[in-house]
């Protein structure tokens, strides 16, 4: 089986990568051509566990190879994965211009029966533009070759993104032609374990899929963080109803950890987009506008802890940031609490001391630089030393050399001894005992 995976960013990569290691012969194609030879040298920019040693295994066994060219990566190719980005709009709906570049430049080139697929997560109807495009660009040419357009949604966790990839729960796939549902439960078969789990269903249907999944996920987490919340006021710790209800098996545990809201590449985004998608219908989307706003208001908790804590000035004080990134196990901070938090702090002339086991780097990059040249924001080396002087410690991330504080060190550290828990990591009884004050969200 040989198939082309077009960009290489987070998504694209791993499903090259993936399927390369079972065998399939895959070419990788993006017109960055700066990435393209690093990752023809087995350089990954990517913060991904297994990633890289994969794409060097790929390469090395000629598996896997990089190139800029669509027409070459296509001349083989049974299958043509468009794992290429999907940016919001400003009305949050998603922007489709690169995805239907690449359709274009399909129709151009496109000599023998393919399937064409749609991996990146697109709105309902996307499939029906692609295939549009394709034919527009197959008539201007008088070309009658034949090809089916599949929707095959992926759902990588950052940070488990190979596992995910290896060992799904399930594999979606969208089609309206037997050939190309064939053709893709070939190409899967080798992931499969013990039993089936290919689902097909319709085009839209698999476009949906994606967005109801990653929207029901958020709104668990809102409902909990809105519980949380609730929680405070009545003299609840949220933690024992995590619990209690987690254990009803039609809740499950997985998804109600309350906290400082939700992050990433996805999650913000995708429920934005299914918004527009149902404005667009001339729906009113009762439910995604309430976990959207939940979430923008979670994000500021923290602050507003620390506010009321220190009221009034906050000017002066100097603050100790454990975590940057959206969610441990990756340095992405795109979306990421610790940003909004950072603003806010910033804002109000706070000093603060950040440090982040993977994030530093990235925060260097995408932070505005003034934070830095007006002394405001240090980046540490080392979670203690985040710590000197503080007034108080706010963990934002919940990464595992935050779990088991020492806290005579942090006592010799601290100015005052305060304790903000983002992701409610430790115990309010024990830090208290300890002789720190504690806030955590909702308990
Ligand atoms: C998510 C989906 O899980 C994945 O299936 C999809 O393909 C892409 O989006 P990812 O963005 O990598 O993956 O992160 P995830 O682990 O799902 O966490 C998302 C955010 O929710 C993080 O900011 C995390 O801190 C937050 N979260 C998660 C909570 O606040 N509470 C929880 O209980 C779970």
């Given at each position: 089986?040989?198939?082309?995976?077009?960009?290489?960013?987070?998504?694209?990569?791993?499903?090259?990568?993936?399927?390369?290691?079972?065998?399939?012969?895959?070419?990788?194609?993006?017109?960055?051509?700066?990435?393209?030879?690093?990752?023809?040298?087995?350089?990954?920019?990517?913060?991904?566990?297994?990633?890289?040693?994969?794409?060097?295994?790929?390469?090395?066994?000629?598996?896997?190879?990089?190139?800029?060219?669509?027409?070459?990566?296509?001349?083989?190719?049974?299958?043509?994965?468009?794992?290429?980005?999907?940016?919001?709009?400003?009305?949050?709906?998603?922007?489709?211009?690169?995805?239907?570049?690449?359709?274009?430049?399909?129709?151009?080139?496109?000599?023998?029966?393919?399937?064409?697929?749609?991996?990146?997560?697109?709105?309902?109807?996307?499939?029906?533009?692609?295939?549009?495009?394709?034919?527009?660009?197959?008539?201007?040419?008088?070309?009658?070759?034949?090809?089916?357009?599949?929707?095959?949604?992926?759902?990588?966790?950052?940070?488990?993104?190979?596992?995910?990839?290896?060992?799904?729960?399930?594999?979606?796939?969208?089609?309206?032609?037997?050939?190309?549902?064939?053709?893709?439960?070939?190409?899967?078969?080798?992931?499969?374990?013990?039993?089936?789990?290919?689902?097909?269903?319709?085009?839209?249907?698999?476009?949906?899929?994606?967005?109801?999944?990653?929207?029901?996920?958020?709104?668990?987490?809102?409902?909990?963080?809105?519980?949380?919340?609730?929680?405070?006021?009545?003299?609840?710790?949220?933690?024992?109803?995590?619990?209690?209800?987690?254990?009803?098996?039609?809740?499950?545990?997985?998804?109600?950890?309350?906290?400082?809201?939700?992050?990433?590449?996805?999650?913000?985004?995708?429920?934005?987009?299914l918004s527009a998608m149902a404005r667009?219908s001339?729906y009113e989307p009762?439910?995604l506008?309430?976990?959207?706003?939940?979430?923008?208001?979670?994000?500021?908790?923290?602050?507003?802890?620390?506010?009321?804590?220190?009221?009034?000035?906050?000017?002066?004080?100097?603050?100790?940031?454990?975590?940057?990134?959206?969610?441990?196990?990756?340095?992405?901070?795109?979306?990421?609490?610790?940003?909004?938090?950072?603003?806010?702090?910033?804002?109000?002339?706070?000093?603060?001391?950040?440090?982040?086991?993977?994030?530093?780097?990235?925060?260097?990059?995408?932070?505005?630089?003034?934070?830095?040249?007006?002394?405001?924001?240090?980046?540490?080396?080392?979670?203690?030393?985040?710590?000197?002087?503080?007034?108080?410690?706010?963990?934002?991330?919940?990464?595992?050399?935050?779990?088991?504080?020492?806290?005579?060190?942090?006592?010799?550290?601290?100015?005052?001894?305060?304790?903000?828990?983002?992701?409610?990591?430790?115990?309010?009884?024990?830090?208290?005992?300890?002789?720190?004050?504690?806030?955590?969200?909702?308990?």
């Open positions: 089986m040989h198939i082309a995976v077009i960009g290489t960013g987070y998504v694209g990569l791993v499903t090259g990568a993936c399927f390369a290691e079972m065998g399939v012969q895959v070419v990788c194609v993006d017109q960055d051509a700066a990435k393209i030879d690093q990752l023809k040298q087995g350089r990954v920019s990517i913060y991904e566990p297994g990633l890289e040693s994969l794409v060097r295994s790929g390469l090395e066994q000629q598996r896997l190879s990089f190139t800029t060219s669509l027409p070459q990566a296509m001349a083989q190719a049974q299958i043509l994965f468009i794992a290429v980005g999907t940016p919001p709009e400003e009305d949050g709906s998603a922007d489709l211009q690169h995805v239907l570049a690449v359709a274009g430049e399909i129709g151009r080139n496109l000599r023998h029966y393919t399937v064409i697929v749609n991996k990146s997560t697109v709105p309902v109807g996307t499939a029906d533009r692609v295939r549009a495009a394709i034919r527009q660009e197959l008539e201007q040419r008088d070309a009658a070759v034949p090809f089916d357009v599949v929707s095959n949604p992926e759902f990588l966790k950052e940070g488990s993104a190979v596992v995910d990839f290896t060992r799904p729960d399930r594999i979606i796939i969208g089609s309206d032609s037997e050939r190309a549902t064939e053709r893709m439960k070939q190409l899967y078969a080798p992931f499969i374990r013990n039993h089936d789990r290919t689902l097909t269903m319709g085009v839209r249907d698999a476009e949906m899929t994606k967005y109801a999944a990653n929207a029901l996920l958020a709104t668990k987490i809102s409902f909990m963080n809105e519980i949380a919340n609730l929680c405070e006021p009545l003299g609840v710790d949220v933690e024992n109803v995590r619990l209690g209800i987690g254990s009803d098996s039609r809740i499950g545990y997985h998804f109600i950890y309350p906290g400082c809201g939700y992050g990433g590449s996805c999650f913000p985004k995708d429920v934005k987009a667009q001339s009762l439910i506008k309430a976990v959207e706003e939940r979430n923008k208001r979670q994000r500021q908790r923290l602050f507003e802890k620390i506010q009321r804590h220190f009221h009034p000035d906050l000017a002066g004080l100097t603050i100790a940031l454990w975590g940057l990134s959206f969610k441990p196990g990756t340095d992405d901070m795109r979306e990421a609490p610790a940003v909004f938090l950072l603003q806010a702090l910033m804002k109000h002339g706070v000093q603060v001391r950040a440090y982040d086991p993977a994030a530093m780097e990235e925060a260097r990059r995408i932070l505005p630089a003034d934070w830095f040249t007006r002394g405001q924001l240090h980046l540490v080396r080392h979670q203690y030393e985040a710590l000197e002087q503080a007034d108080a410690l706010v963990l934002v991330t919940e990464w595992k050399p935050f779990r088991t504080p020492d806290f005579a060190a942090m006592k010799s550290l601290m100015k005052q001894r305060v304790i903000f828990d983002g992701r409610n990591q430790y115990d309010p009884v024990r830090v208290r005992n300890e002789g720190f004050a504690y806030e955590g969200i909702g308990r």
